[in-house]
């Protein structure tokens, strides 16, 4: 049995705008829900039928290949032979579900005309991960052209429905039991064909052009962080969707500073009279401060002084990491003749108690020499 037509469903012309088409849609559809109408298998067919038909022409691309090929286009006829009812339109239903999202196939022209996603590599330093900035970029790409607003054709002109796949950019072809769907030939997948296109852009609806973008860097961002600017991307071809730009971080090394996740490291070279005698030092802080740090008297090299929450930043959080002082005692260079003669006074009254490591360690060694 033959399908009504869906514009004689919905009590509306052929020439019906989209508020004419809701308008009519909500009218029928009140009319014959199932709440209003229960135990009405008649109702419940007719309620179907009507959300069918507003599901097809409330879809530009769809209205258009329905326009061309009536419910033919729907139903796996195009393209050759007919193949078991609902079997082939069901497949291809699930597959769009499947792989759509992937290839860029789903919802026609438009999907299969998207932009492609750029990527830009920013170097910053460890302050700016620590502190976040605002940063202006220059990024080369291609954007919508304007003499012809993105639409490839003329002005004066539009892009017209290709007669092929009737604006859908793809057709379907039966092979046995399944239906196959191939990008249309005829107009590359974009469902439109340009008889008169623009001379600025020769067509594709876009221009390559340098534009400057503003871009956000949080305060804790770590090596490799990606920042997507959503839209950002290359201009699709002929108002297709844009792509999206991806900023990739990578942070310099520091001169003094090393990283590890929301921890900071920094080795600091301590005058041997202080690790000696014991004193005060003041290190610097990431974010230009500094920081007092009491040195007890004989302090060694490698002794690591843990200053709590002056680390570094921690991405999407208030508190912060903690900062690891490693003390590097300093042996004295360039004696003048008197420090010399007061090292000399000094080692002459040396003994285990002022090195007992160096003592403890040599005295393992005279051990050994014996055993051997």
Known sequence: MAKQDYYELLGVNRNASEAELKSAFRKMAMKYHPDRNPDDPAAEKSFKEVNEAYDVLKDDQKRAAYDQFGHEAFEGGMGGGQGPQGFSSGFSDIFDQMFGDITGSRGGGR??????????????????????????????????????????????????????????????????????????????????????????????????????????????????????????????????????????????????????????????????STASLGGQIEVPTLGGGRARISIKSGTQSGTQFRLRGKGMSILRRQDRGDLYVEAAVETPVNLSKEQKKLLEQFAETESSKTSPEATGFFAKVKDLWTDL
Request: charged share 25%.
């Open 111 to 272: 999907s299969a005309n998207r932009g492609s996603d750029l990527r830009y590599n920013m170097a910053i330093s460890l302050e700016e991960a620590f502190s976040g900035k605002q940063e202006e970029i220059q990024v080369a790409t291609a954007v919508s052209c304007e003499a012809c607003f993105g639409t490839g054709a003329e002005k004066g002109s539009k892009p017209t429905v290709c007669p092929t796949c009737g604006g859908l950019g793809r057709v379907r072809a039966q092979q046995g039991f399944f239906t196959v769907e191939r990008t249309c030939s005829t107009c590359g997948g974009s469902g439109e064909i340009i008889a008169n296109p623009c001379k600025v852009c020769r067509g594709t609806g876009r221009v390559q052009k340098e534009k400057t973008l503003s871009v956000t860097i949080p305060a804790g961002v770590e090596e490799g962080t990606r920042i997507r600017l959503s839209g950002e991307g290359e201009a699709g071809p002929r108002n297709g969707t844009p792509g999206d730009l991806y900023i990739f971080l990578s942070i310099k090394d520091h001169p003094i500073f090393k990283r590890d996740g929301a921890n900071i490291y920094c080795r600091v070279p301590l005058a041997m």
